[in-house]
């Protein structure tokens, strides 16, 4: 479960910011998360809901954007990825791969896992 490690490193870098800003408490806290991640949002808002406990953090809510994939290749491409199923593991799977021309391709979004901002009541 990389989600609650995950969203351990996001609360500690909250509450740093927020303790360093004057904040006497975080009210809503936006994230940036990746498909690619493979971070379920469930899993995320649960870890958070567990970790914001005792904290400055005990109110606050949590908003998560998805960003999409998205590829280029050399031939021009850009645009989203396909994904390919194994039916005998019952799992999806990214296909990074030009769709035009079957290239490698370079992944330009869908990686990312970043605090947006945050709102405090100072």
């Known amino acids: 479960m990389h989600e609650f490690s995950t969203m351990q490193n996001i609360m500690s870098l909250i509450i740093e910011e927020a303790k360093k800003m004057g ?17 379920a949002d469930e899993q995320m808002k649960f ?9 400055i953090a005990e109110d606050a809510e949590l908003d998560i ?20 199923e194994k039916d005998e593991f019952h799992i999806i799977f990214p296909i990074i791969s030009c769709p035009i021309c079957g290239n490698e391709a370079k992944i330009l979004e869908g990686r990312e896992c970043r605090i947006r901002s945050m709102e405090v009541d100072i």
């Not at 870890?47 to 904290?55: D, H, V």
């Not at 998205?70 to 850009?78: L, N, R, T």
């Open 23 to 39: 904040a006497k408490k975080v009210i809503k806290v936006y994230i940036e998360v990746g498909e690619l991640t493979f971070l």
């Open 65 to 84: 954007k998805r960003i999409k994939a998205k590829i280029s290749c050399k031939c021009g491409y850009e645009g989203e990825i396909r994904y390919g």
């Open 47 to 55: 870890a958070f809901n567990l970790l914001k406990e005792g904290t």
